[in-house]
């Protein structure tokens, strides 16, 4: 099974300023011939359900503000805020969807600094 | 609008049964590929099980394998997940969700349903 690690657990950022999470798969989530990574960001706010925010590593989903984007290949991927608002306060979770069973990241908590 | 409703969730005693069923409206349900993904209070996601549009394919977790069925009425646009001998752990709110295919992410989550097991 893959095994999704997310750091840090917990982030606290100022508004306007950068948010960084990392997420890290024990094995390689690049579908070669596809070249396509599995791997989906989501935002999680209190009392709701997950929210897709990111797809294929680094493509925004549809209405998602361009502030969210996605990078990394293989092993190694980061989700960013380029610009932190208030609404934006959430747990992400990263995703893999390469293999069954899907695994999440444990999630990384985003407060406001 | 996809909608996605839950229900069935509630209390139960370990050992117990229940089943969840997830009405889906606002897409072509017969074509989407559904999961079930639960999250125990103030915890994580966790991956729980998945069937393909037509039902033919079919994957659970280590977790609930043996324990759990998940099955699809499609002339009624409904997912289901049978649970049987539940335990403690089992407690979580159990969210139905869809993608579009076997190898493409979950798109579209319901509200949730909360299944609490204890004694």
């Known amino acids: 099974d893959i095994v999704m690690t997310q750091s840090p657990d917990s982030q606290a950022v100022s508004l306007g300023e950068r948010a960084t999470i990392n997420c890290k798969s024990s094995q390689s989530l690049l579908y070669s011939s596809k070249n396509k990574n599995y791997l989906a960001w989501y935002q999680q706010k209190p009392g709701q359900p997950p929210k897709l925010l990111i797809h294929w590593a680094s493509t925004r989903e549809s209405g998602v503000p361009d502030r969210f984007s996605g990078s990394g290949s293989g092993t190694d991927f980061t989700l960013t805020i380029s610009s932190l608002q208030a609404e934006d306060v959430a747990v992400y979770f990263c995703q893999q969807y390469y293999s069954l069973p899907y695994s999440f990241g444990q999630g990384t908590k985003l407060e406001i600094k | 609008e996809v909608q996605l409703v839950e229900s069935g969730g509630g209390l139960i005693q370990p050992g117990g049964s229940l089943r969840l069923s997830c009405e889906a409206s606002?897409?072509?349900?017969?074509?989407?590929?559904m999961h079930w993904v639960r999250q125990a209070p103030g915890k994580g996601l966790v991956w729980v099980s998945r069937i393909n549009s037509d039902g033919s394919n079919i994957g659970y977790a280590d977790s609930v394998k043996g324990r759990f069925t998940i099955s699809r009425d499609n002339a009624k646009n409904t997912l289901y997940l049978q649970m049987k001998l539940l335990r403690a752990e089992d407690t979580a709110v159990y969210y139905c969700?869809?993608?579009?295919?076997?190898?493409?992410?979950?798109?579209?989550w319901g509200q949730g349903t909360l299944v609490t097991v204890s004694s």
């Open positions: 969700a869809r993608a579009v295919g076997y190898d493409t992410p979950i798109d579209s």
């Open positions: 606002g897409f072509t349900f017969r074509s989407y590929w």
